[in-house]
């Protein structure tokens, strides 16, 4: 479960990011962006990152405040799972990202596919809609929803994209170091459970 700390940070920041996008009395807007001013500081008294980066990170939100949703494609081959190394942390991931405006759920699980392991795919079904904050994840400002798209291949191989620097498929007792900021053993795990009943419901939480 998420930390209360970072919980009343985002509860916050929320506020007064919804509350810049309608204020229009000035005092009203110094007070949200003292709001937002104190988010930053409790993010960055508990965590690694520094204000000025948190900072910009809040700043480049606008609007009424809405979480965010990160979108993962679920490939299997031969009862192993395909994972991509992700340069940024040199750890192992499901393809996938940040949803894209113009693109459909199902648009972005084959991009993401495509573009960080070479493979070209088709959206199947939907498997899981997960809140980030009920998952072991490291801590971060953002409400995050993820998604869980099972995919088949249909054609190219095995590339290195941009982000990735390796793509292997995995099976679940053979599992690589985790990057668990975008998905944890237990998640993939759960992926499984799809591989063998593959009927099974969606799963919300």
């Not at 340069?87 to 759920?105: N, Q, T, Y």
């Not at 498997?127 to 409400?143: G, I, S, T, W």
């Amino acid at each position: 479960m998420e930390q209360k700390w970072l919980s009343w940070a985002k509860e916050i920041q929320s506020i007064a990011q919804t509350g810049l996008a309608y204020a229009k009395d000035v005092y009203d807007i110094e007070r949200y962006q003292a709001l937002r001013e104190l988010s930053v500081d409790i993010l960055a008294n508990y965590s690694f990152e520094s204000k000025e980066k948190i900072r910009l990170a809040f700043a480049g939100d606008e609007g009424y405040c809405t979480p965010k949703v990160d979108i993962r494609g679920v490939v299997f081959r031969e009862g192993h799972i395909l994972l991509v190394r992700e340069k940024l942390d040199g750890k192992w991931a499901l393809p996938g990202g940040w949803a894209d405006i113009g693109l459909s759920p199902s648009e972005v699980a084959v991009k993401e596919i495509r573009e960080e392991s070479g493979f070209e795919t088709q959206a199947v079904r939907l498997l899981a809609v997960l809140d980030k904050k009920f998952h072991n994840h490291p801590p971060e400002p953002y409400h995050i929803y993820k998604l869980f798209i099972l995919c088949r291949i249909v054609g190219g191989e095995a590339v290195e994209g941009v982000e990735t620097s390796g793509v292997s498929f995995f099976a679940l007792d053979k599992l690589p170091e985790l990057s668990e900021e975008r998905n944890t053993k237990e998640q993939l795990n759960t992926m499984f459970q799809f591989l063998r009943d593959p009927n099974a419901p969606v799963i919300l939480d």
